[in-house]
């Protein structure tokens, strides 16, 4: 029997490294550490269904280990302050090595807490959720939230290496799998032909207990961020197209209360908003594009719009409440929110301004 | 009359930026400013007596202010937390300037909060302290403090602009002068012959009421660090040489309890220590170089070494408080302390270990 396959994708930033994905990667873990010290920021759940692949690598048996989470407790500020007591504590000096382990809640603290910890010491990082997989274990950002917005305090600090092992998506919620294959969603109109024609293939098979098939759609995911973000490392200009249809998403992540619609499952809507905001400002040029996004969502249990994520959360959002929540935006405050537009697959526009008019009637609040 | 020196020294780290230092430099603040949002982090006692010279600033007049301090206790991590929701309760959006007020403390924290603020904004450093001018001013170092020590948690964020107005310095306690001085000592000990003769030609003169003297003193040390820093931004080798008497003074400082010796006094005493253990180790070369500094700290009002140290302090420190801090020192954890050791005045050797009962011995705990 041939061994699953594994896959490497290299980030240039600067430092440059590589995103390993397939299912047993975790057995790499080893090679990463080497023997030096090193202590493990995870989320507690993880840690209980996985952490046993952690013990592959030696320098890790013995290490320090802090349980953290679940899910976005992981990034409240006092959890910042818990994590690098933990990393004094355990006395180690700036040679040292994080590992981030768990979703990427989990990932984004112990990615703040080893750039802050003696200013700056290394992380590897091992996502165990496909949202962190695609998205949050390229790029380097690393935040906790604030009592006013999401993500609002953090650093960009790349990792010395990402592994990004698919077999722990068997064990993962319904609901945290259909977040990540939000972004999948996201990221296959953003790239362009060739993944939204993989992903209008594979949909219906793409299951978390197939760790080869969501191989692939990882890697994927994950070539296209990784060249984003190479040229535009500091977010100033390009990779600002990530953010395609994340100013609705966080709109509706704020106004349901945070936690209530998975982040992906947010993306999907406010896709879909996006697709109709395009098409009403006259920037969509791909006519058949809405309907090719609407079949995906369909075939992957994500919400095509908001009456559908309505229609799932029982309690329809109210649409003055997203208004307000639009206006609260990070990347809007003192101004006026900005858009990411899709043209066709492959091509979208930034920063567009939409009529407020129309941003009120696609959020019903017209 | 002529209007008094103003001096610029360029700081050639990633990105540039420049350090304006003479008295009335303040001044200058609106044009770093421009018409961009800022908000100040001051501390509450240089608010009080020169927050006036901030008005020149149109950017600032009406700019959100927060107070911390004094001292000290503008570094605990609950302040981070409360600059941090200040900047996002402000509004402030990623073009947003943090300006920094104060002596050291606040500048570090403003300088962390800025880096960290929608994952960095701009900082402009206003120090209003000797030790802050000729120290804290360049090199981009920020932190806060851990339960575990000092400056545990931070980043290197290098600032937009420094504006060192040694107008300020006039109302410097005593105390908080003498501080800068040993900083001044240490920094004409490690630039060579220049800063060291123009010290003793001008020690029984440099006073806080004379800005423009200070102005040189400041200059000089920052043209020094400026060079380390930008040979060494990420402190990864030449940088450590600016560490000089810094092993003993963290020691001392934490064996006397945060506070009470205030730093450029402890590094005063641990440049007395740093050359007893040079010329004990045999890395001495210029002999008559612990006489020169000597009598530099005489004059300066500054401890030669331990003894005198522990003469002004009433209550000795203990010789085996001090090993046992030593031990603690953030560069030091899970390993043997190292020195850095004066050779002759502009050369120094980095990264000595010392004989365990040599060290004993010059701290009183043989």
Known sequence: MTPPKRRAVPVATEPAYEVRIGPGVLDELGEHLGDEPCALIADARALELHGAALDAAPALRDAPRLAVGPGERAKRFAELERALDFLADARLDRRATVVGFGGGAAGDLAGLAASLYMRGVDVVQAPTTLLAQVDASVGGKTAVNLAAGKNLAGTFHQPRAVLADTATLATLPSDEW????????????LTGPELLGWLEQHADALRPDDADRAAE???QCVRHKAAVVAADEREAGRRAELNLGHT???????????????HGVA?????GLALAAARAAGVLEDEALPARVADLQRRLGLPRDLAALNADLGTPLDGAALLAALAHDKKALRSEPRFVLPVRPGQVRLGVALDPALVARL????
């Open 248 to 262: 609705f998403a966080h709109a509706i992540e704020r106004a349901a209360g945070f936690g209530r619609v998975p």
């Open 178 to 189: 259909r977040s990540g294959l939000g972004e999948v969603l996201k990221t296959a109109v």
């Open 363 to 366: 959020l019903g609040a017209a």
């Open 217 to 219: 759609a990882v890697a």
């Open 267 to 271: 993306v999907s809507a406010g896709l």
